[in-house]
């Protein structure tokens, strides 16, 4: 009889590929009791030494396994006061909806030598492979236990991932069990706070759960200061000087060096000089070489960036989608923070499989033919996937509209990143008229490169410039001082917002979207087409939401409802506060705490302490500790000071005068 | 061999273009122990001029001032050989908006400061400030006063080396074979010397009500529009 392993996946749809490419096609399939999207997938195959030939059962989890909560006594919102749950006893318990699939890993694992753990690399998954490796214990308390490494299920590479599997990462593991304990203490004591002292205020806050959440109230944050400074600005005038020449039928116009100036008496001065001296002089005729660069290779960030501005998704619809198309594996893992490929990775056979394509496969081609350059390499790597790319050909008309759109944006970008930079000629003719400097710049393009299969920037010949020689004058035909007036900045867009978060540490690439889409569910902000109405999203399905993958558990149909906002419009989105939104961050900011819940550095503090973790320079302990610390202080602070919260929330939701 | 406040007195004008007053002198040398060497005891004389307010301290020449009529705007262009020495009143950024200024200081009495996209804590010192100061674009106006107390504004032209927002106010200039356009003073490398100096009150005042200056100017705009 040969050995038996098991193999779990972290989602159906990931166990089902493996199964298809480990097993050739020839496997067997049994439903399990009480679920029916697990499947349990039966077939042999020959592993490195010294496993061998061994009998496999692959199956697979949805998501995460277990979530942590707090005693029995403490789970009613009156039983305790909000304080204690920083420190009352917590449990980690199976949930009740993944009873069945826990149970099924743990009588799998009964007669098992050893359990391949087949979850996402990333922290994420990595827990999610030691919930796994519970439920196994359970059933076989010497189970031998693996963890394969992949990043896409394209066949050879999930092959290979079966021949050379490694061990779980232990502080992965850690510093998101940290994460989770954090998020559950300091989201429930600020939540179960805020709600139950803001329902006093009655009204519109009697009976809604306001809640907290150490990355969701940076994330608001950023949005009312920007709401902020737009609300509050004022336009200034400013002026220019402009030199207009015209020669061999083209009008040349000049512009000033130094841009604008905002003191009209300065720029009057300066242009009646100007036309004193009557004369301008060519000082530089510079004609160089240009080039647009090709873009680097795709991460997470940008894909959800770039997603919402040319394919018009908001972030988590973009992500919902990237997922989709992996999990039927035709893109690698969409969760990636690194921007340069392997070397040894073979690009050219990812270029070929797209040959057949009627949009770009011609382009596709002509790479193969020589067209082919290494992509540029950017300076992050997180050391677990590569950049986001197609794995495998899909005629388009197999996929859907959004998964198209995603899918043919994420080929266009690969295909342009191992192409040609775009080349052109640039020409600078510089001037001097008096003191004052001007200049003209023509851009000629020459070769257009990736540009022929990257439809989404833009770079084009401008008019051309007459001929100048160096040191030559001139009389300009016209010169004129220009008026202009300051306009506000817009109110922040999802891919500012993002761009922000990327920055401040808020989130990681993988749960960025959550965080919008939970303020935009509770109401915090509504979302409006840039130039349009506001119109409000989610009316809060009061899922808790703790541990980050419960959303995204990518099980194909069965979710979906989440994501009804964001696709079909036809502007990119930008963010409001609600008044709600305001007047909490206005509140928090107003206590006067060292760093209020609504700036970025405390959640940046702990971003950084989970990578020490996972670096191991510092313990789960320490960690958990220190931030409990840090934020009961707050927390104390927040009750003593709590009519600033409340009187921010009179303002602004209730419209009183203070 | 003569006294050595006129000894003082010449070598500071031909060297710094600065003339300190008799009255001024005098009382500098009754603070000085009499066995001092002449060249530390100009050094300190220097230096206690680039502390003083000008107005009082030096002498008001006819040649080391400007004209009475300095501000006639019908005066398309004129030069002045000086040396003129001057002290600065105030100093602006011409390239940003005021508001774009307030929302800066506005930030940074938050503790916040931008580093790109990133939002960084800044602790509100010296340094801290003459960072981003190092970094303003210009050109910059000056409000400037000369030693008989008649003020006018000077635009950098070209860019000076020493003028910025991080400058202190009462910092000490002197110009030479300067142009005057319609009552504004032209400001370049080769006209204008930044000899240094401080007026610790008038800093501290400048520094004090730059936000509400800065508030003023864009209400007063907005009325003249």
Known sequence: ?????????????????????????????????????????????????????????MTSVIGHLTSLEFNEQYRKWHSCSPVRLFDAPVETEVDKDKKAIADNITAQARYAKALFIWTDCDREGEHIGAEVRQSAYKGNGTIEVKRAQFSNTERAHVIRAAHNPINLDERQVNAVSARIELDLRLGAAFTRFQTLTLRTLGGDLEDRVISYG?????????????????????????????????????????????????????????????????????????????????????????????????????????????????????????????????????????????????????????????????????????????????????????????????????????????????????????????????????????????????????????????????????????????????????????????????????????????????????????????????????????????????????????????????????????????????????????????????????????????????????????????????????????QQQVDVLKAACRKYVFGEQP | MSNPSSQIATQLTTTKGLTPSPTWLTSFLTTQRPTTPLPALTQTACFRLLASDITTSLSPNPTSCFPPDIHNANVQERRLVGPIAVQVLSVEDMSKSRWEQIEAIEALERGEGTKGREIIRVAATEEGEDENAKRDGGPHKLALQDAKGTRFYGIELKGVEGVGLGMSMGCKMVLRNVVVARGVVLLEPGTTMVLGGKIEGLHKAWKEGRKAELKAAIEANERAA
């Open chain 1, 1 to 57: 009889m040969a050995r038996k392993i098991l193999c779990v996946a972290e989602k159906p749809s990931i166990a089902k590929s493996v199964a298809q490419h480990l097993s050739g096609g020839q496997f067997n399939t049994h439903s399990i009791r009480g679920n029916t999207f697990i499947k349990n997938y039966e077939f042999d195959f020959n592993f490195n030494p010294p496993w061998g030939q061994c009998s496999v059962t």
């Open chain 1, 214 to 638: 150490s990355c969701q109230f940076p994330t608001l944050g950023f949005v009312v200061d920007r709401y902020f400074r737009v609300k509050q600005f004022v336009p200034e005038n400013f002026w220019s000087i402009k030199v207009m020449h015209k020669r061999d039928d083209v009008e040349v116009t000049f512009s000033w060096r130094r841009h604008r100036l905002f003191d009209r008496a300065s720029v009057v001065i300066l242009f009646e000089r100007c036309l004193t001296a009557r004369i301008a002089k060519v000082i530089k005729l510079q004609k160089k070489p240009t080039s647009k660069w090709r873009p680097l290779p795709l991460t997470t960030v940008e894909l959800q960036k770039l997603g919402s501005m040319f394919l018009r998704m908001d972030s988590q619809r973009v992500m919902k989608v990237a997922e989709d198309l992996y999990n039927k594996g035709w893109i690698s893992y969409p969760r990636t923070e690194t921007d340069s490929f392997d070397k040894g990775m073979d690009l050219k056979k990812l270029i070929e499989k797209q040959e057949q394509d009627q949009a770009w496969g011609g382009y596709a081609t002509s790479l193969l033919r020589g067209g082919f350059r290494q992509p540029r390499s950017g300076r992050h790597n997180d050391q677990a996937h590569p950049p986001i790319h197609p794995v495998n050909f899909v005629a388009s008309g197999s996929l859907s509209g959004d998964e198209r759109r995603v899918y043919e944006f994420v080929v266009r970008r690969f295909l342009a990143c191992c192409s040609e930079d775009a080349k052109g000629e640039s020409t600078t003719v510089e001037i001097e008229c008096g003191d004052e400097i001007f200049f003209a710049n023509g851009l000629l393009v020459l070769e257009r490169n990736y540009l022929e299969v990257y439809p989404y920037e833009k770079w084009n010949s401008s008019q051309p410039l007459p001929r100048f020689s160096l040191h030559e004058t001139f009389e300009p035909t016209e010169a004129n001082i220009t008026e202009g007036e300051t306009s506000p900045p817009g109110y922040l867009t999802e891919p500012e917002l993002i761009s922000l978060m990327d920055a401040n540490g808020i989130g990681t690439d993988a749960t960025m979207a959550e965080h919008i889409a939970k303020i935009k569910e509770r109401e915090y902000v509504m979302t409006q087409p840039r130039g349009g109405g506001a119109q409000t999203n989610g009316n809060g399905n009061g899922n808790s939401g703790r541990g980050g993958r419960r959303e995204r558990s990518g099980r194909g149909g069965a979710q979906g409802g989440n994501n009804a906002t964001g696709s079909g419009g036809g502007s990119v989105q930008q963010f409001i506060p609600t008044t709600l939104g305001v007047a909490l961050i206005e509140g928090y900011n107003g206590i006067g705490l060292e760093t209020s819940l609504g700036k970025p550095f405390l959640r940046k503090e702990m971003e950084i302490k989970m990578k020490q973790i996972c670096a191991g320079t510092k313990s789960r302990n320490d960690f958990v500790n220190e931030t409990i610390e840090q934020y009961t202080e707050l927390f104390v602070r927040t």
